[in-house]
């Protein structure tokens, strides 16, 4: 592997100084900047512009327990019950017990949560959940609602800047190995050094032929801790949502519909119109995303088709255009009325459960490097995410992470003397690389997986990249091609490691 994407000497590129380095400006790296001391000089750097983040997409909520029915223990079960039993129980614990305080300070930053008609907060069930916990803004609008306060909140801040259209290309470690800045390219290379960097990227989406992830979501992050020395975890479990929109013609996923869908009532039918998940688990259309997912898939391939549906059609059009304003505009463009029709969907990559492995202060195994939301893995989705437990966890090991860097008291490690050396051959034709990695990860590292598709894969991405290592990658595409590339082989990787079918991570051969 490539210690170092960059390609240029160190003397050659302009320094900027900050106390704090986060990359990415989601939930987890805006909740994070926004709780630093304001004595702390902070830049958020973000790949594009700032609502192009993963959580401004976010529709079904916030899971946390504000319920009188609920119990913290409860959300915990719920929690270790869908991660498939390898979770980690003590840093799920931590989340679940700080959710509602995360709420409230959400609502002290103005963000709107629904509330019902006697003025209490409107709380939805989704998949796996035993009790309704999962808190909304603007119907099926949680995540821009979000974002839009944070980003009102956070340039109230005097000590942090945010940095658009900056492309982290490394994380730079001193002679001891600690981290002590980033390189990050906009037109050309520039180092910005700290004493603490975040590495909040989110996770790996377009890795994948069919994902609900923004274009910006390729896992460079991950790649860069990683070459840095960081220790990466559960890579194996990727997350496919059971129902994304589908094209039936054109073969292509179109949007997310949200598990609240189903939680308001919503049954998945099979292409002869039956309904399927009746007996194939307790909580039936409300399983388990990776036991939904899976059935799909298998309906899918018996019946020859490239999607199920989905029936909301005992819900009146004033309920669906109300309660998912913007499902129900997308689905009307797709030319489907929800109250009457039935919706086509099929299974597509969503979430990454993998990623950074961090402590209970979002600390990687790198000194003054951490990481938060998804890009980290914290492992307190083991095996298998509960819906809508990610913006909670960016939030709860957001402040986590600004809580340890606040009180840290970490000497600033010298910037290395040694430049990488300089590749000379021609650059990459990004494109067709690109759309090779997303088929091989598609085909072969989806829902169901075995040993001979996997190492076929893993072949053809050791081919892309013994290519790549010896490139000029000068620019965003191409060093995010490489990424992508190297984020499948660990993938791939931990994936033949594990041959036992657990959660998410599905084996047909085991
Ligand atoms: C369609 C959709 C619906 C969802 N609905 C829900 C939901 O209802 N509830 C729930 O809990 N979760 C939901 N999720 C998951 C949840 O939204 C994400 O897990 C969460 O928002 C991740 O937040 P984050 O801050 O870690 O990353 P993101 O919000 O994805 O932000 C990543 C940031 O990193 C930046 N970045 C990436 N690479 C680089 C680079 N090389 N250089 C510089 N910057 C970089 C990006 O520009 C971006 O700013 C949903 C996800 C999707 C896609």
Same mark, same amino acid.
């Given at each position: 592997?490539?210690?170092?994407?960059?390609?240029?000497?160190?003397?050659?590129?302009?320094?900027?100084?900050?106390?704090?380095?986060?990359?990415?400006?989601?939930?987890?790296?805006?909740?994070?900047?926004?709780?630093?001391?304001?004595?702390?000089?902070?830049?958020?750097?973000?790949?594009?512009?700032?609502?192009?983040?993963?959580?401004?997409?976010?529709?079904?909520?916030?899971?946390?327990?504000?319920?009188?029915?609920?119990?913290?223990?409860?959300?915990?079960?719920?929690?270790?019950?869908?991660?498939?039993?390898?979770?980690?129980?003590?840093?799920?614990?931590?989340?679940?017990?700080?959710?509602?305080?995360?709420?409230?300070?959400?609502?002290?930053?103005?963000?709107?949560?629904?509330?019902?008609?006697?003025?209490?907060?409107?709380?939805?069930?989704?998949?796996?959940?035993?009790?309704?916990?999962?808190?909304?803004?603007?119907?099926?609008?949680?995540?821009?609602?979000?974002?839009?306060?944070?980003?009102?909140?956070?340039?109230?801040?005097?000590?942090?800047?945010?940095?658009?259209?900056?492309?982290?290309?490394?994380?730079?470690?001193?002679?001891?190995?600690?981290?002590?800045?980033?390189?990050? %390219?906009?037109?050309?290379?520039?180092?910005?050094?700290?004493?603490?960097?975040?590495?909040?990227?989110?996770?790996?989406?377009?890795?994948?032929?069919?994902?609900?992830?923004?274009?910006?979501?390729?896992?460079?992050?991950?790649?860069?801790?990683?070459?840095?020395?960081?220790?990466?975890?559960?890579?194996?479990?990727?997350?496919?949502?059971?129902?994304?929109?589908?094209?039936?013609?054109?073969?292509?996923?179109?949007?997310?519909?949200?598990?609240?869908?189903?939680?308001?009532?919503?049954?998945?039918?099979?292409?002869?119109?039956?309904?399927?998940?009746?007996?194939?688990?307790?909580?039936?259309?409300?399983?388990?995303?990776?036991?939904?997912?899976?059935?799909?898939?298998?309906?899918?391939?018996?019946?020859?088709?490239?999607?199920?549906?989905?029936?909301?059609?005992?819900?009146?059009?004033?309920?669906?255009?109300?309660?998912?304003?913007?499902?129900?505009?997308?689905?009307?463009?797709?030319?489907?009325?929800?109250?009457?029709?039935?919706?086509?969907?099929?299974?597509?990559?969503?979430?990454?459960?993998?990623?950074?492995?961090?402590?209970?202060?979002?600390?990687?195994?790198?000194?003054?490097?951490?990481?938060?939301?998804?890009?980290?893995?914290?492992?307190?989705?083991?095996?298998?995410?509960?819906?809508?437990?990610?913006?909670?966890?960016?939030?709860?090991?957001?402040?986590?992470?600004?809580?340890?860097?606040?009180?840290?008291?970490?000497?600033?490690?010298?910037?290395?003397?040694?430049?990488?050396?300089?590749?000379?051959?021609?650059?990459?034709?990004?494109?067709?690389?690109?759309?090779?990695?997303?088929?091989?990860?598609?085909?072969?590292?989806?829902?169901?997986?075995?040993?001979?598709?996997?190492?076929?894969?893993?072949?053809?991405?050791?081919?892309?990249?013994?290519?790549?290592?010896?490139?000029?990658?000068?620019?965003?595409?191409?060093?995010?091609?490489?990424?992508?590339? %190297?984020?499948?082989?660990?993938?791939?990787?931990?994936?033949?490691?594990?041959?036992?079918?657990?959660?998410?991570?599905?084996?047909?051969?085991?």
């Amino acid at each position: 592997m490539r210690r170092y994407l960059f390609q240029k000497d160190f003397q050659d590129m302009p320094m900027v100084q900050y106390d704090v380095v986060i990359v990415g400006g989601g939930l987890a790296g805006l909740y994070t900047a926004l709780q630093l001391n304001e004595g702390l000089s902070c830049a958020v750097l973000v790949k594009d512009r700032l609502n192009t983040c993963n959580t401004s997409l976010a529709q079904g909520g916030v899971a946390a327990v504000v319920e009188p029915e609920d119990e913290t223990r409860l959300h915990l079960e719920d929690t270790l019950k869908a991660a498939a039993g390898i979770a980690d129980k003590e840093l799920a614990r931590l989340m679940v017990e700080q959710g509602p305080k995360e709420i409230d300070r959400l609502v002290s930053l103005g963000v709107p949560f629904d509330k019902n008609p006697e003025g209490k907060w409107h709380t939805t069930k989704e998949g796996a959940h035993t009790r309704k916990r999962v808190l909304h803004c603007g119907g099926d609008a949680t995540g821009r609602l979000i974002m839009d306060r944070l980003k009102t909140a956070v340039a109230e801040k005097p000590n942090v800047e945010i940095l658009e259209n900056r492309f982290l290309v490394d994380v730079l470690t001193g002679e001891n190995g600690r981290a002590c800045g980033v390189v990050a %390219f906009e037109n050309d290379y520039c180092i910005l050094s700290a004493k603490a960097m975040v590495i909040c990227t989110g996770g790996i989406g377009r890795v994948y032929r069919h994902t609900t992830n923004r274009h910006s979501i390729t896992g460079d992050g991950i790649a860069a801790a990683a070459r840095a020395g960081a220790t990466l975890k559960h890579m194996e479990f990727v997350q496919f949502h059971p129902t994304a929109f589908m094209d039936t013609e054109s073969g292509k996923t179109r949007f997310l519909i949200s598990e609240a869908v189903r939680g308001e009532g919503g049954i998945l039918r099979n292409p002869s119109g039956n309904p399927f998940m009746e007996g194939r688990h307790e909580l039936k259309d409300l399983a388990p995303r990776d036991v939904v997912a899976r059935e799909i898939f298998l309906e899918m391939k018996k019946a020859g088709t490239n999607h199920v549906f989905l029936d909301i059609t005992t819900r009146s059009k004033n309920f669906l255009s109300k309660r998912f304003p913007t499902i129900y505009r997308n689905c009307l463009e797709q030319g489907v009325h929800m109250e009457q029709d039935l919706i086509p969907v099929a299974p597509v990559q969503h979430y990454f459960m993998g990623g950074i492995e961090t402590n209970r202060y979002g600390q990687t195994s790198v000194e003054n490097l951490y990481a938060a939301g998804e890009a980290a893995c914290t492992g307190v989705h083991g095996a298998n995410r509960l819906a809508s437990n990610s913006l909670l966890e960016c939030l709860v090991f957001g402040s986590q992470c600004a809580r340890h860097i606040n009180t840290e008291k970490s000497s600033k490690e010298v910037l290395p003397g040694i430049s990488p050396s300089h590749k000379t051959i021609s650059p990459v034709d990004t494109e067709s690389i690109e759309k090779k990695i997303r088929n091989l990860m598609q085909d072969y590292a989806g829902i169901v997986r075995n040993e001979k598709g996997l190492q076929r894969a893993l072949s053809g991405l050791h081919g892309i990249l013994k290519d790549l290592e010896v490139r000029d990658l000068r620019h965003g595409q191409p060093m995010e091609v490489y990424n992508m590339a %190297f984020v499948g082989k660990e993938i791939i990787n931990a994936a033949l490691k594990r041959k036992q079918s657990t959660g998410a991570h599905y084996r047909d051969d085991s």
